[in-house]
């Protein structure tokens, strides 16, 4: 994951006494050292696990450019504090005019999908998956014995496709619904859509903007949270094995499931230039395969990063699987992939393969937070409640950050970013602290002059 060639910290004073500890140098401890600091409040040390800042974002060099391993995109404009932060910060343009996105679908035997039907199936599926978000909003109930976002959405696809005469009309409509519930896997950070509680899907809040790509990769926005952060203020390579608070009160976080990338870097290109993604449309197995011989169908497509460099996505258990191989058989196995599906024998193998690894990696165990079938909203409130030496107190002894505690934005770095915010903000607060907006630092009012400005990155 790019930390085994970084050399280890200095080593802590533990005889030196803090009045705040900020376990975790990712998003969220940033955040939470900066509200800090804008405060005038120094006393403070951030203790981290690895030998690197930033948690799940994180980027290596490759042969053309540094690629990201972890967060990507900026999800949303307006209200993101991210998004500002990276506009003040000279990281992103106002005016972005998105690259031509070309995608094209393809069956096992190498035959390629009318567009027009790709699209058809888009946008029904897109239709289906906000009628899945409406719940959360409104009062009625679905379908009996309907609990799952992966159960709604095949009920809906099954009485679209009922409508169609012809029953191959029906299969390759089908794998494209099949192929779209994959990609969602990935962005839901799930193993199965199956998995996703249907009544809780809304309860993500998508801010508006679209999402938005850090030309110089999403990590440089790590370079303006730690600037200011005096270097002797954080401990690298400092792993927390206990903390004591003096209660008998235990708190336990859930789990994350696991969402990885696959980078394949070619020698030179050999896509059609004007193709930006293709959809692998795999066939549905009339039996249970085995793990070892039905991982890699869990890749929904391929995206270009550049010219000669490509980009898969698979989640769930399939990752976990994936990342006991080598990156030599995994390259091997998107050649045969890659080869099946553009029906062309003679495409090449990849130079370097490189597969994250964030179930195995130990201070990370997953990606990021998707509210199970059973789970709602208020168990992620309850995740980020605070903890007290007695009840009588009014500060907290300990707080929680990170974007699996933030309600309506958790998944994302702009969730991370202000839960710590929240936390910091409550510790200084004379007393409960009181609900209002918090604004990134450094940063114009934005919001005022962006409205009916749309940007997709």
Known sequence: MGDENLGSSEKCNSSKKFKVIIIGCGIAGLSSANYLLQNGMEDFLILEAR??????????????????????????????????????HNLVNIINIPKPHKVIAATENGKQVP????????EAYVCFLRRCEEYFLCQYLPPPDIHSVGEHINL??????????????????????????????????CHSMDE???????????????????PSGFSSILDPLKKNINDKKILTNHAVRKIIWDSDVNQSLKSLDDTDKIYLEYERPFLNPDITEIMLLWETPTTPEDMSQSWYKKIYSFSKVS???????????????????????VAETCTKILRKFLNDPFVPEPQKCVCTSWREQPYTRGSYTAIAVGASQSDVESLAQPIFRNVHDKKPVLLFAGEHTHSSYYSTAHGAYLSGQIAARRLLAPDEASEGTLDCPDSADLNSWIQGIQLEG
């Not at 540094?66 to 404009?77: D, K, P, Q, R, T």
């Not at 039907?117 to 888009?122: D, M, N, P, R």
């Not at 000669?308 to 030599?328: H, I, N, Q, R």
């Open 196 to 214: 996703v509680d249907l009544l809780e899907l809304g309860s993500y809040t998508e801010l508006q903007g679209g999402n938005i790509m850090i």
């Open 115 to 122: 567009f027009g039907i790709l699209h058809e199936i888009h």
């Open 51 to 88: 030998k690197r800042i930033g948690g799940r974002i994180i980027s290596i060099p490759m042969k053309s450019h540094n690629v990201e391993l972890g967060a990507n995109w900026i999800h949303g404009v307006l209200g993101n504090p991210i998004f500002e932060l990276a506009m003040s």
């Open 156 to 189: 809906e696809a099954t009485l679209y496709l009922e409508r169609l005469p012809s029953s191959e009309e029906k299969k390759l409509r089908r794998l494209i619904f099949d192929c779209l519930l994959k990609r969602e896997t990935c962005i839901s950070g």
């Open 307 to 329: 010219e000669t460099l490509l980009l898969g996505w698979v989640s769930g258990k399939e990752a976990e699987y994936m990342e006991t191989l080598s990156m030599e058989e």
